[in-house]
């Protein structure tokens, strides 16, 4: 999604239902798992699993969930084996996807998600057709209140962010996906609280949408993408202002 598009996201989620907190949980859990067997079941040493555990305690996931996470990714317990893949497709009106996917069965999870655009009367798209429109790069949001524009210039800039966008509702800091790690460390080094911190699919060609009927279609995309259990993250290049999302919704 846009930055606009991603502050919303992120206001939106922070009336987590109880029946969405599960859904939270099992997609924080597989983040961990993969996290710390990629870099180790140490925070300390391993940013990918400090920020992904940040998360998981904003969220509220229990203690025992986090730990048992955590083992599962080390080794020390038996668990299923992950594999992260992305999907490429289109919505209503040309709306360009990209769907993140962990799964334990690579055919069940291209089948879901293919039959979910075939019924959000969309499609799947072949590998490549669709990522040219996204960059792919770290993406921290930070709070207005959170920090001054000269001072998170300062600190993500010398630790290798390639930009700090100021908008209305907050920070943008972007990054070369190998410099997450060390940008943000140096955020929690300086105090600076992000609101986001993940590697992300950053829309950089648009597709405005101003019809309330594609606003629903491309709305209840998300949601039932969002809802299938092994989809991560879903991006998408739409731009729609706030007043026709909300009539979306209605």
């Not at 206001?11 to 859904?23: L, Q």
């Not at 990209?98 to 072949?126: C, P, Y």
């Not at 309330?212 to 991560?232: N, R």
Request: hydrophobic share 40%; glycine share 10%.
């Amino acid at each position: 999604m846009s930055g606009h598009s991603k502050w919303s996201t992120i206001k939106r989620a922070k009336g987590i239902t109880d029946a969405r907190r599960g859904k939270v949980f099992s997609r924080l859990s597989r983040d961990i798992t993969l996290a710390a067997k990629a870099g180790g079941g140490d925070p300390e040493a391993n940013a990918r699993l400090r920020t992904i555990l940040l998360q998981a305690r904003n969220a509220n996931m229990p203690m025992d969930n986090i730990e048992r996470a955590i083992k599962k990714g080390t080794g020390d317990l038996p668990g299923m084996v992950f594999e992260e893949m992305t999907y490429e497709g289109y919505g209503a009106g040309g709306v360009a996807f990209i769907v993140k996917v962990t799964t334990d069965n690579k055919t069940r999870a291209a089948q879901e998600v293919r039959a979910t655009f075939s019924r959000g009367g969309g499609n799947l798209a072949q590998n490549g057709s669709v990522a040219f429109q996204f960059l792919h790069a770290g993406q921290f949001l930070i709070a207005l209140d959170a920090t001054s524009e000269n001072r998170l210039m300062e600190v993500a800039l010398e630790a290798g962010a390639d930009d700090v966008i100021t908008t209305t509702d907050g920070y943008e800091v972007r990054c070369e996906i190998n410099q997450f790690d060390k940008v943000i460390h140096a955020l929690e080094a300086a105090g600076i609280k992000t609101a986001s911190a993940e590697i992300s699919y950053i829309a950089t060609t648009t597709v405005p949408v101003t019809d309330v009927g594609v606003a629903k279609s491309i709305l209840k995309l998300h949601e039932t993408l969002d809802g299938l259990d092994d989809v991560q993250a879903v991006f998408s290049n739409e731009e729609m202002d706030e007043a026709l999302r909300d009539a979306a919704q209605e």
